[in-house]
């Protein structure tokens, strides 16, 4: 079966702190990706990965950064956290066939004050 | 600039009833299209597909519609259930790409009530 995991479901920080966002396939998959999605404004794509150490930018990569290392984990880095990155993050993956699907995981709710 | 247009922010409809979901993109290269579900607190799942060489594809109560002319394509829900309460989203894919970017719609709030 399909697995997307991310590594908290809740997240409070406070202004300023750095932030990491974990999100785990077992799928083997060679893509993955970074999204947050807020009210009205549907998922927009923040960083996407096609390859190990391998990314591209998304429509709204301010304030953001990645890294992946291994092929089955993709961290999203908020390196100074504002308000207004409170918002849910979603992970998810794919196998880059052209007909194939995102996988996503369950989401982590970040809240900074 | 928005590729992938739902403009309908939300939907009611009543249990048994049919909901249609609509969806409207203005890239050309799109050839690939897929819907997801999304409930609150939880990650979208994958819902249904249709390639641009198909107009129609079937899956139980849902079944998607593209019109690649008027560049449209919609979800029908019969018979709708409280179940399918959720946020739907439309997504597209480019032409031959394998880096697998979707471009995602804005999303339907779909309420199903009894």
């Known amino acids: 079966d399909v697995k997307v995991t991310q590594s908290s479901r809740y997240l409070v920080k406070r202004t300023g702190e750095k932030v990491f966002l974990e999100c785990v396939q077992d799928m083997d998959h060679e893509n993955m990706f970074w999204y947050r999605q807020d009210p009205g404004l549907g998922l927009r794509l923040i960083y996407f990965?096609?390859?190990?150490?391998?990314?591209e930018k998304g429509d709204i990569p301010e304030g953001y950064s990645v890294s992946r290392e291994k092929k089955e984990r993709f961290s999203l880095i908020l390196e100074s956290a504002s308000t207004n990155q409170t918002s849910m993050y979603l992970c998810?993956?794919?196998?880059?066939?052209?007909?194939?699907?995102?996988?996503f995981g369950p989401g982590t709710r970040l809240t900074v004050l | 600039d928005q590729q992938v247009k739902q403009n309908s922010p939300s939907l009611s409809v009543q249990e048994g009833r049919i909901s249609i979901l609509n969806c409207d993109y203005t890239?050309?290269?799109?050839?690939?299209f897929l819907w997801y579900k999304k409930y609150p607190a939880e990650g979208p799942t994958f819902l249904i597909s249709?390639?641009?060489?198909?107009d129609k594809n079937e899956d139980g109560r849902f079944t998607v519609f593209l019109n690649k002319s008027a560049k449209h394509l919609s979800l029908h829900i019969v018979p709708s259930q409280p179940g399918d309460s959720a946020v739907y989203f439309c997504?597209?894919?480019?032409?031959?790409?394998?880096?697998?970017?979707?471009?995602f719609g804005r999303g339907t709030q779909l309420t199903v009530w009894p």
């Open positions: 990965s096609y390859d190990v150490k391998m990314k």
């Open positions: 997504a597209a894919k480019g032409r031959g790409s394998t880096l697998g970017r979707l471009y």
């Open positions: 998810a993956s794919s196998t880059g066939t052209s007909v194939d699907t995102q996988y």
């Open positions: 890239n050309s290269m799109f050839d690939y």
């Open positions: 249709i390639s641009s060489i198909k």
